[in-house]
């Protein structure tokens, strides 16, 4: 069997789902470099060489490259941080190793003023309406207020603020969610103007969904749309976070999505890729520069906002179902002859657990945080013996976790993630939630509704009365 070295760059569960995938090839015997935030209970123990670097410091990153540079052949980044500050630049600049991930300059999540203004180039019609507003060209508070007042006025206040860079100031705040007036939006506008550029635009109502896609330069191939939870509780309530779960159906779509919106969003990717990537190939967009945030409202799809990297749960309802070898795959995208993968026809859904801190749970219901447990150990021993009882339809991937005097602890971040495997969506989320539940310790908690029945007919049945609005019934 042929021998390949693999950096794998991590930061949680998503990481260590692309470390499981490069540890099932039946193709080559892998031995893995991989980076960590902290010593990962998972991959402490399947890494060939294993470093903790908790900033994920790209500097850092490529000495450590450097150390191994003749046994590592590729590598591939889960996380944003490092791919925005230029990773693969750094890499490709200092060692032979060709990382799998956009270079800097492709990065697109890094602006989302430069990603609305290169969709007002490619394909308008899936912006909402946008302003953008850039504290270079107002000479104090007073000017810019009366500016997005009159701003406001055209959107009917249905607005959504975003700052320009990920993770400046407050963050995206919505109308109706995190603000209800305008004084309170003007609060949270400023918070984020301070750092530059904010965008105010359109709040739109529809579904949300998830379009991934591989790339090698030539051409992108799309993985089957999947579902994200982004608010913290129960019936989309409480802040935004990571994603607390998602969820795939069998084929490519969803169950509110039609064959049409699959298309238009795989016309919509093509459009934006055939913009960056010129007239026959662009080999810095390599990975997964396009995990787009799709609304479909009555108009048909729109984007919410794009990643340069795969989604942290979504590529984990993916992986756990490729039936190509994926050190084969990842090879491809390095030498630009990628195939579109082929895929189990199964149902995934992943569900997260997390420390009560997270997403503001015990502030918000104090009364179900297990105070007993608090900071105690995690024993994922039965959640892994439920891994053996399933065999290939359930994988435990723990993310936010640290290994520390023989024990396992959550970290702050979402802790460990069940993806179940099934026939339909409704097996599938079985496994997962009878994973979750054998989790013990560490006062963890999870969102009971992710892929629930209830939770997906009221998509469907908003799509519908979206759909009737927009005249696009028969779609
Ligand atoms: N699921 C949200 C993200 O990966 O950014």
């Not at 053996?388 to 976790?401: A, D, F």
Request: glycine share 8%; net charge neutral.
């Amino acid at each position: 069997m042929e021998k390949v070295g693999i950096l794998v760059v991590c930061y949680g569960s998503r990481g260590v789902a692309i470390a499981d995938a490069f540890k099932r090839s039946l193709e080559y015997e892998t031995d893995l470099y991989i980076v960590d935030r902290q010593k990962n209970p998972f991959n402490a123990r399947i890494a060939k060489e294993h470093i903790v670097i908790p900033d994920l410091n790209v500097n850092e990153i490529c000495k450590f490259v450097k150390k191994w540079e003749r046994e590592i052949d590729f590598g591939i980044v889960g996380p944003e941080k490092p791919i925005i500050e230029g990773i693969r630049d750094l890499i490709e600049a200092e060692t032979e190793i060709p990382l799998i991930c956009p270079t800097k300059k492709f990065a697109i999540e890094a602006s989302k003023v430069e990603q609305r203004n290169l969709f007002q180039k490619a394909i308008p019609e899936v912006n909402p309406k946008f302003k953008v507003f850039d504290p270079a060209d107002y000479r104090d508070v007073s000017e810019v207020k009366r500016e997005v007042w009159s701003w406001l006025d055209e959107l009917n206040n249905q607005a959504v603020v975003k700052p320009d860079k990920p993770a400046a100031g407050k963050g995206v705040g919505v109308w109706g969610d995190h603000f209800r007036s305008r004084e309170e939006l003007f609060e949270h506008f400023l918070a984020n103007f301070k750092y530059g550029r904010v965008i105010i635009e359109e709040k739109l109502e529809g579904e949300e969904s998830s379009f991934q896609c591989f790339c090698d330069g030539k051409r992108i191939v799309p993985l089957p749309e999947t579902r994200d939870y982004k608010r913290a509780f129960e019936g989309d309530e409480g802040p935004n976070t990571g994603g607390m779960g998602s969820y795939k159906d069998t084929g490519n779509i969803l169950p509110f999505m039609t064959e049409k919106d699959w298309d238009k969003e795989i016309e919509i990717a093509n459009k934006i890729f055939s913009e960056l990537r010129g007239k026959t190939s662009n080999p810095e967009l390599r990975g997964t520069p396009f995990y787009i945030a799709f609304i479909h409202t009555a108009e048909g799809p729109k984007i919410l906002e794009n990643n340069s990297r795969p989604g942290d749960p979504e590529i984990m309802n993916v992986l756990p179902l490729l039936k190509d070898d994926f050190v084969d795959l990842c090879m491809r995208m390095i030498d630009g002859n990628l195939k579109e993968p082929k895929i189990e026809d199964l149902a995934s859904v992943v569900i997260y657990k997390v420390p009560p801190t997270y997403g503001g749970f015990n502030e918000r219901f104090p009364e179900k945080v297990r105070r007993e447990e608090l900071g105690s150990p995690v024993d994922l021993s039965s959640a892994e013996k439920l891994v053996e009882k399933y065999g290939g339809r359930l994988r435990l991937y723990p993310g936010s976790m640290e290994v520390r005097d023989g024990e396992t602890y959550a970290l702050r971040s979402r802790a460990v993630a069940a993806v179940g495997l099934g026939d339909g969506i409704a097996e599938a989320r079985k496994i997962a939630l009878e994973c979750v539940e054998a989790i013990r310790g560490g006062a963890l908690w999870f969102r009971k509704d992710i892929a629930s029945k209830e939770h997906i007919s009221r998509s469907i049945k908003r799509m519908k009365t979206l759909r009737k609005r927009g005249g696009r019934d028969k779609a």
